[in-house]
């Protein structure tokens, strides 16, 4: 399983960005994905998560993210999505890509820099 993730970059607060995570190696629409997030000094905590569940997509979030954050998937192009608007500088972190198969696998992280 590989998953690489991209999007990340330096936004103002109040600013919009995209995350964009592609997986390889895995039947992708089978999985449940999610996106992680690891602030500096901070432990990794869970962001949102999507799976599928007969016809329909269950999404979670944490709470500091719901409303701003919306999670999707594309399994066509086994491509997991995090939108996240209203940024804050709270929201800097590296953002990893996750899906649980039994383990835990992750991708490289991207960075997000919320900053004036």
């Known amino acids: 399983v590989q998953l690489q993730a991209s999007g990340g970059g330096l936004v103002q607060p109040g600013g919009s960005l995209k995350l964009s995570c592609t997986a390889s190696g895995m039947i992708f629409y089978l999985a449940p994905m999610a996106w992680y997030r690891q602030a500096p000094g901070k432990q990794r905590e869970l962001v949102a998560r999507i799976t599928h569940e007969g016809t329909q997509d269950i999404t979670t979030y944490a709470d500091s993210v719901k409303v701003r954050f919306t999670i999707s998937r594309d399994d066509s192009k086994n491509t997991v999505y995090l939108q996240m608007n209203g940024l804050k500088p709270d929201d800097t972190a590296i953002y990893y890509c996750?899906?649980?198969?039994?383990?835990?696998?992750w991708g490289p992280g991207t960075l997000v820099t919320v900053s004036s």
């Open positions: 996750n899906t649980h198969l039994g383990i835990d696998y």
